[in-house]
């Protein structure tokens, strides 16, 4: 398969920071001397004590640890806000838009960011938070939630962020799982015109969250709210606290933030990153992967319940500086513009968002792009899913009209920031391809049978090294950790995906290989739709299957089972999917619902999900061996009965 070759323009190969050689110099530095390499690296942060040590780490059973500049000691919020007061204290640090356009936007300095910060935090601390405390946050895309995260990483409390599209449930077991005593959420959020009863949700979740002892309710539609025992508004709190409050010196390893996310197996992980080296990956790969330079407006139009909101709306544009817009609502609400006139009422030079946002407005055609002038424009990401070529060259030559690189990142909540990405200035792009690893990461592709495949070839990906950004243990179940991602392929970290690399050493992520999916550039565990399923009191038995889907990338089948005497129905399948709504959120609703008699499984009675995919897939005429089925019959059925 030949691709096409985007070269690097020549204006970018001339002035941006780092050209084709520096790449080639910075990836031979970090392969060859990695210990002087990052702590020349480490040097862009603001230490209170400079680390002496850089990675020490081994991904092996018997000595299995990972741990970047563990002698230093450093505070990230310090290095997002208080280090940038002399020079660009009144430079805006966070531009914020409202999800009605009609409505004004707000915009912080650093000074005034510093002391909404310092505020938040003391109004923490007012309430019981300390170092190592654990605080869940559940929030709408305000302002509030980026001083909440920030105020947690100045006294050193642990945040959590859930996604305000989490259910009650959800939110539920994230607060349990890691122990928070302190939930911080808003009276309602705002989406594309609708409101989202976020205090109503603590409040159902707080029955089921015995940890749960104080809710800090910020005040941002105004909506009725109840408020009880537990709760405080914030903006009452706020009244009583100063705006001086010193950041606490964290070591490099203390950890800074959970965000739980989807396996194949069980309820979601909460990967736990660390201070310095998280820190240090989302400053370094922000300036990297998207040429930073001061004076450009960024925008990451991701939400900051999700990984790619808190390393490019959050750490790495505030360590490093820059202005960030953080947008309240929908990319195409109220309109198929709305995106691109936010771009040009700021100034937008950087965008970076996901391909299945692109495929939604891709199919309202050129005209709501046209209509509007993006000159401001300079560089594009995209992040959460493979990009196909298709929506890839409408970025680039509608959306960008040929000016503007895609800088398509490669990466996991578990890798902190971006590891396989183009950078602008040194590699020329491919429609698809994330492109080549960024210096410090060392790719691999392992077959089946754990050998490490050469060349142009398919595989499993693994990263053979530890890098500052990687995340350090699943919180409260480290087995879970070395189990999950260290003993596919021993002494390497298996990240789940399938990738191709092709004759010039590109890489092109082809999906996970496991039991996860991907709906919307989200990940979603099988097995947690499934349990939700299953909670229900007509259905026996589920599994659900990924499927392919124009926008979402890749919508969810589910295949059900009911119980004795239940009839199907397509009432029951609307009610079914309503409850997994209800259960989990309306990211995990299922796109279709099949009634099945019984589900395919072996002798053995393990279900046989490859057929179970191909079916969802509309591939029926390839189903491959069935043979070593229970009862082969039961494929006939499910063919039959394939809906969509
Ligand atoms: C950042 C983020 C991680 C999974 C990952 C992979 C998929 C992310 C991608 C991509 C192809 C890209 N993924 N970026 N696949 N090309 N540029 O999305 O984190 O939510 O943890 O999802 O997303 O399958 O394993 P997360």
């Not at 970076?352 to 939604?360: C, G, K, N, V, Y």
């Amino acid at each position: 398969m030949t691709a096409d070759l985007f070269p690097v323009p020549d204006e970018w190969a001339t002035q941006a920071r780092i050209d084709a050689a520096g790449y080639d110099r910075l990836y031979a530095a970090a392969k060859d001397g990695p210990d002087a390499f990052w702590l020349e690296q480490a040097k862009r942060l603001d230490w209170i004590e400079a680390p002496q040590k850089a990675g020490d780490w081994s991904f092996d059973e018997a000595d299995f640890h990972i741990e970047w500049f563990a002698d230093g000691t450093l505070n990230a919020a310090a290095n997002c806000l208080d280090r940038h007061l002399i020079e660009r204290g009144d430079q805006v640090a966070i531009i914020w838009e409202p999800d009605v356009p009609t409505e004004e936007p707000r915009r912080f300095t650093y000074r005034e960011l510093h002391a909404e910060v310092c505020r938040f935090a003391n109004v923490l601390k007012a309430n019981g938070a300390t170092k190592g405390d654990r605080v869940t946050i559940y929030m709408p895309m305000i302002p509030e939630a980026a001083f909440a995260v920030l105020a947690c990483a100045r006294i050193g409390a642990v945040h959590s962020v859930v996604f305000g599209g989490f259910s009650a449930d959800a939110l539920a077991g994230r607060v349990q799982d890691c122990d928070s005593r302190i939930v911080v959420t808003a009276d309602e959020g705002r989406r594309g015109g609708k409101r989202v009863a976020l205090k109503a949700c603590v409040d159902e979740a707080a029955a089921q969250a015995p940890s749960l002892e104080r809710v800090i309710v910020v005040r941002a539609t105004g909506g009725d709210v109840a408020m009880g025992e537990r709760d405080v508004w914030y903006h009452e709190a706020a009244a009583q606290v100063s705006t001086d409050c010193p950041p606490e010196p964290m070591n490099a390893e203390d950890p800074l933030f959970i965000l739980y996310t989807s396996g194949s197996t069980g309820k979601p992980k909460g990967v736990l990153h660390s201070t310095g080296g998280y820190l240090l990956w989302a400053s370094l790969t922000h300036e990297w992967c998207f040429d930073y330079r001061p004076g450009d407006v960024w925008w990451c139009a991701a939400d900051i319940g999700w990984v790619t909101g808190h390393t490019y709306i959050l750490y790495g544009p505030l360590a490093n500086g820059a202005t960030t817009l953080m947008y309240e609502g929908l990319p195409n609400w109220p309109d198929a513009s709305r995106i691109w006139q936010v771009v040009d009422r700021h100034r937008v030079t950087g965008l970076f968002t996901a391909p299945t946002a692109l495929r939604a407005l891709m199919k309202e055609g050129d005209a709501p792009v046209t209509a509007t002038d993006r000159s401001s424009l300079r560089i594009l990401g995209s992040v959460g899913e493979p990009i196909n070529p298709e929506a890839w060259r409408w970025y680039h030559e509608v959306v960008g009209e040929g000016r503007c690189p895609i800088i398509d990142t490669w990466w996991q909540t578990e890798t902190g920031g971006a590891l396989i990405a183009p950078l602008p200035g040194a590699t020329a792009l491919k429609p698809g391809s994330a492109t080549r690893p960024l210096p410090g990461i060392f790719p691999q592709l392992m077959d089946e049978k754990g050998e490490v495949l050469e060349g142009a070839t398919s595989g499993n990906l693994c990263i053979t090294g530890s890098w500052p950004g990687q995340m350090r243990t699943v919180w409260g179940d480290h087995d879970r950790f070395f189990q999950t991602y260290f003993t596919t392929y021993p002494g390497k970290y298996f990240t789940g995906d399938g990738c191709r690399r092709d004759e010039d050493d590109y890489y092109w992520i082809t999906g996970r290989v496991d039991d996860v999916i991907n709906v919307s550039g989200h990940r979603m565990g099988t097995a947690e739709v499934e349990s939700a399923l299953v909670l229900h009191a007509k259905v026996a038995e589920a599994a659900v299957v990924g499927m392919p889907h124009e926008v979402k990338g890749q919508g969810i089948y589910a295949y059900v089972t009911l119980n004795g005497g239940v009839a199907a129905s397509e009432e029951l399948a609307a009610e079914l999917k309503h409850w997994v709504r209800r259960e989990i959120g309306p990211i995990a609703t299922p796109d279709a619902i099949q009634f099945a008699p019984a589900l395919p499984k072996t002798r053995s009675g393990k279900i046989m999900r490859r057929i179970l995919r191909k079916i969802a897939e509309g591939d029926t005429g390839a189903l491959g061996d069935t043979s070593t089925l229970a009862d082969p019959a039961v494929v006939d059925d499910l063919v039959a009965n394939r809906v969509g």
